[in-house]
């Protein structure tokens, strides 16, 4: 969790397994073909990031991600398994071409979902393409 005092404002989940609630969404072909090749003692999830009103998009994006970053690339795993569903920022997710494991509905809840195997180099990648599109890549507004 985050706290700004005592108020908790933010939090993430990074689970080692066993069994990862991500590869759950994912038909079994695509779920037996990952760990056919992908052992799970060299694998975490990063999921269930959330936020509330006592934290602002910009805290959010300076302080709570570059710690979920540190957290998921020290946590000592090869493949960090992570999700975005159909919105705009899932073009940001791909920029740095973490390995598909899966591009459809999901068998949990139906919306459309993508489920990347992230390496550590990727993910940190991600996250500077993510940083940058949210704050250099912003139109000026005509004064």
Same mark, same amino acid.
């Given at each position: 969790?985050?706290?700004?005092?005592?108020? /908790?404002?933010?939090?993430?989940?990074?689970?080692?397994?066993?069994?990862?609630?991500? !590869?759950?969404?994912?038909?079994? =072909?695509? +779920?037996a073909?990952?760990? #056919?090749?992908? =052992?799970?003692?060299? *694998?975490?999830? /990063?999921?269930?990031?959330? +936020? %509330?009103?006592?934290?602002?998009?910009v805290?959010?994006?300076?302080?709570?991600?570059?710690?979920?970053? !540190?957290?998921?690339? *020290?946590?000592?795993? +090869?493949?960090?398994?992570?999700?975005?569903?159909?919105?705009?920022? %899932?073009?940001?997710?791909? #920029?740095?071409?973490?390995?598909?494991?899966?591009?459809?509905?999901?068998?949990?809840?139906? +919306?459309?979902?993508?489920?990347?195997?992230?390496?550590?180099?990727? !993910?940190?990648? *991600?996250?500077?393409? %993510?940083?940058?599109?949210?704050? !250099?890549?912003?139109?000026?507004?005509? #004064?």
């Amino acid at each position: 969790g985050v706290f700004r005092g005592e108020q /908790l404002v933010a939090g993430y989940v990074i689970h080692n397994g066993p069994g990862f609630y991500l !590869l759950d969404n994912v038909p079994e =072909a695509d +779920r037996a073909a990952w760990i #056919a090749v992908n =052992a799970a003692s060299d *694998t975490c999830e /990063l999921s269930m990031i959330w +936020r %509330n009103r006592g934290i602002s998009d910009v805290a959010f994006a300076l302080v709570v991600w570059p710690r979920i970053i !540190l957290d998921c690339v *020290t946590n000592g795993r +090869r493949h960090i398994l992570g999700s975005s569903y159909d919105n705009p920022l %899932n073009q940001r997710y791909q #920029a740095a071409q973490p390995a598909m494991i899966y591009a459809g509905p999901s068998l949990v809840h139906g +919306r459309q979902n993508f489920i990347y195997a992230y390496t550590r180099p990727k !993910l940190v990648a *991600t996250f500077f393409v %993510n940083f940058a599109g949210k704050f !250099l890549g912003r139109q000026r507004r005509p #004064a």
